[in-house]
């Protein structure tokens, strides 16, 4: 804070497409969707359109004991376009609280489903996870930076390492190593599956832990796990979730359904706060029964399923369908590709990890021996100021440059982007 004080601040008054409009007069390339959230670009006539209609009927009514048009038509909508097998619809407000509900319904799935045994309640995650910033979320992350200070707080876990393969914990190689990583995770689930209520996923991208992308396959063999312990995988797709990698979820890449899935950032294109935890049949049944057994979930939020959000997270999909928004991102995938394979040449890049339009560039001090730069010289803060001043704003995790622009950049704002960014790291970086 106190470093933060004697920056400039940047106070942004307005946004178009892929661009951030600053009180002091310059523009600015959203290079990371306003925090992972924008998909369509700023100020999407449809969605602009459909905030003032819903605002024209209705703010708000509540979804405690009542309904309404937009959070019945959305729900229907994400179910046709979700994972195979997920039916049920759970609203919320951000990611974090669609991560607490998912865990809270596990814990009362297995409660209500075995009564008496009732045991199946920790869960196991990965190492460096991140599902949010609430208690319940904080407990299966493992961000020390984040997490470590509020671990008093936080209910225990069991934790295993992550398929971080540039740094392998288990110092293999893939493919060969035939994902030795998940024997720990096997022997945990054989060994305590009676006490593990789910396990909790980043499909395919752990996000904040620095874009850490998982070998392909990883998330089938972690599905097929789980069917042969009795866990359910809970599958957070809150930063890879609605085009983000390339596919609408991440989970579609392997063609996996998870029994709770996790959704909230670019639910509405980056314009409202909403959430949704997605369930399987199997789960809502677990939840029916007479009045007085009391199996509802008694949780809920006041502004859950908050109309105005439900109407511009409906029109977000409906871009989606319009403008093919899915096929025309492939190409600018791979120019993304083309133009990071560039940065290789770099002698401070020490890895550059891309699924679809999430990238992070891992900065190291020394590439041959991987050895990171101290946090404290702070060289990812660095590079992303030196961005901003040609004109880019990013945010950065730690030593890893993010770049993760909104879905419809073009592909010239997208050269111009990397090459921002290109630059920006040679100036910082060189001795
Ligand atoms: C951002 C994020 C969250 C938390 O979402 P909020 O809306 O910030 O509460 C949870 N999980 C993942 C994977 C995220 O990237």
């Known amino acids: ?22 009180t002091d007069g310059r523009k600015y390339l959203d290079g990371v969707s306003s925090i992972w959230l924008t998909v369509h670009g700023h100020r999407h006539p449809a969605l602009d359109r459909a905030l003032r209609t819903q605002s024209g009927k209705m703010a708000h009514s509540t979804l405690l004991g009542l309904s309404h048009p937009p959070a019945i ?8 376009i979700a994972p195979r097998g997920l039916t049920r619809v759970f609203y919320s407000d951000d990611g974090s609280t669609a991560m607490e509900v998912a865990l809270k319904m596990a814990v009362q799935y297995w409660q209500q489903r075995t009564p008496g045994i009732g045991s199946k309640r920790t869960f196991l995650h990965l190492q460096l996870s991140y599902h949010g910033d609430t208690a319940g979320a904080m407990s299966v992350g493992g961000i020390d930076l984040f997490h470590r200070r509020f671990r008093p707080l936080l209910f225990p876990t069991v934790a295993a390492e992550p398929p971080y393969c540039y740094r392998c914990p288990l110092n293999l190689t893939f493919p060969s190593c035939k994902m030795a990583c998940l024997d720990p995770i096997e022997r945990i689930l054989k ?22 992308t ?10 097929r796990l789980c069917t042969t312990y009795k866990v359910l995988l809970i599958a957070d797709e809150v930063a890879t ?16 359904t998870p029994d709770l899935m996790a959704i909230s950032k670019g639910l509405t294109g980056g314009y ?18 007479r009045y007085d057994e009391w199996r509802t ?19 977000n999909l409906a871009v989606f369908r319009k403008e093919r928004t899915l096929a025309r991102l492939q190409p600018k995938i791979a120019a993304m590709a083309r133009l990071l394979r560039s940065f290789k040449d770099l002698p401070h890049v020490g890895e550059i990890r891309q699924r679809g339009f999430m990238a992070g560039i891992e900065l190291v001090r020394d590439r041959s021996t991987k050895a990171p730069y101290p946090l404290g010289q702070r060289i990812g803060q660095r590079v992303v100021l030196e961005a901003r001043r040609h004109g880019l704003f990013l945010r950065p995790l730690g030593n890893v440059i993010v770049l993760m622009p909104p879905l419809t950049v073009t592909v010239r704002e997208l ?16 001795s």
Request: charged residues 20%.
């Open 214 to 223: 998982a070998p392909a396959g990883y998330l089938t063999r972690l599905r």
């Open 272 to 289: 409202m706060p909403l959430a949704a935890t997605l369930a399987t049949e199997k789960i809502y049944r677990g939840f029916l029964g």
């Open 241 to 256: 979730g609605f085009g983000r990698t390339g596919r609408m979820f991440a989970c579609d890449h392997e063609g996996v």
């Open 1 to 22: 804070m106190h470093e933060w004080e004697q920056e400039d601040p940047l106070i942004i008054e307005r946004a178009k497409g892929a661009y951030l409009y600053g």
């Open 297 to 315: 979930f008694f949780h809920g939020h006041s502004y859950t399923g908050n109309p105005l959000g439900c109407a511009v997270a409906l029109a």
């Open 415 to 430: 050269t111009r982007m990397v090459t921002i960014v290109r630059e920006s790291i040679c100036m910082v970086t060189k």
């Open 191 to 212: 060994q305590r599956h009676r006490d593990i209520a789910g396990l909790v996923i980043e499909p395919l991208v752990q996000a904040a832990a620095g874009m850490i």
């Open 73 to 80: 038509e959305l729900a229907r909508e994400l179910i046709r």
